[in-house]
């Protein structure tokens, strides 16, 4: 993986968290394996989720463009050159290091702690990684899983409300365990949503068509409409036209960072009966002699 994790992003070093989740998402939906299923967008689709990881995470960030951690999220190791060595690598004595304070952070991470058998220094467990399939309204809701690991355990997890898909949930400590007595790594789990039959999600926003009658559209009316939690009861003007959009505050999606609930947005959809019985013919017929009108003018 390239070392510059806001190129494989494609957002500058100054950009903020808000403008990195954007960005990550609107790649997210253009190379998911689901809508792309090419091996170049799978290996890219790689890259700008193991880019979010670390620049997604505020503490992971800082350590990044502190130079504390390498692209792949490892500990940045320290690089040796010759003592008193200048810019032709001559030197008068034996190897030093270039960054004493990686050195220290690597050997000696846990000393003090405990950590490590007989005061030694301690080497942090690997992370690993899951995939973990919900349903839409899980998604939009949250929900409580379990993923089951594959030497047979399983892993307990609360699927925040309003996550998307792709995003990441990470779970601290639940990955391997160190081998030299350090803190164990994290349980990196990949949320993958399942699409709805009815509904689709814009940002906040919750998308879903609604068929009326022709009188419904003609006449107005109250009809029900399914939501996230539940069915509503939708005011539908007189005169609503097909296509036309009409909105329930506050019925979309939770944004677990700014706390604002998006809105459910209902686009009309008029249907004529099945049958066109003599009377409706009749009705119109009549109707169209004294009020012709051109909607594509």
């Not at 808000?18 to 997210?28: G, N, T």
């Amino acid at each position: 993986m390239a070392d510059d994790l806001y190129d494989i992003l494609g957002v500058s070093r100054g950009a903020t968290d808000e403008e990195i989740r954007r960005a990550y998402l609107k790649l997210v939906k253009e190379l998911h394996p689901d809508v792309n299923p090419s091996k170049a967008a799978e290996e890219r689709f790689k890259k700008i989720t193991a880019a979010h990881e670390i620049l997604g995470d505020p503490e992971r960030r800082r350590q990044f463009d502190a130079g504390e951690i390498e692209a792949s999220g490892e500990p940045r190791r320290p690089t040796w050159r010759p003592y008193g060595a200048g810019a032709g690598g001559r030197g008068r004595g034996g190897p030093v290091f270039e960054d004493f304070s990686d050195v220290f952070s690597d050997l000696f991470a846990g000393a003090g702690r405990g950590a490590g058998r007989g005061g030694g220094f301690s080497v942090r467990g690997r992370d690993v990684r899951y995939t973990l399939d919900v349903d839409f309204l899980e998604a939009v809701q949250g929900a409580k899983k379990r993923v089951t690991l594959p030497g047979g355990g399983v892993l307990d997890l609360s699927v925040p409300e309003g996550v998307t898909d792709g995003q990441v949930l990470r779970l601290r400590g639940r990955g391997e365990p160190s081998a030299a007595g350090g803190e164990p790594g994290d349980a990196l789990v990949e949320i993958h949503v399942r699409p709805h039959r009815d509904f689709r999600r814009e940002g906040d926003d919750l998308l879903i068509d609604l068929p009326i009658t022709i009188d419904e559209a003609v006449l107005g009316g109250k009809v029900e409409v399914p939501t996230s939690g539940g069915r509503v009861q939708l005011t539908v003007p007189k005169g609503t036209s097909s296509g036309q959009v009409l909105r329930l505050k506050g019925k979309g999606v939770r944004n677990g960072t700014t706390g604002i609930t998006g809105d459910q947005l209902v686009t009309v959809r008029i249907v004529l009966p099945e049958k066109i019985d003599d009377s409706l013919s009749y009705f119109l017929t009549e109707w169209r002699q004294k009020h012709r009108y051109d909607p594509r003018k």
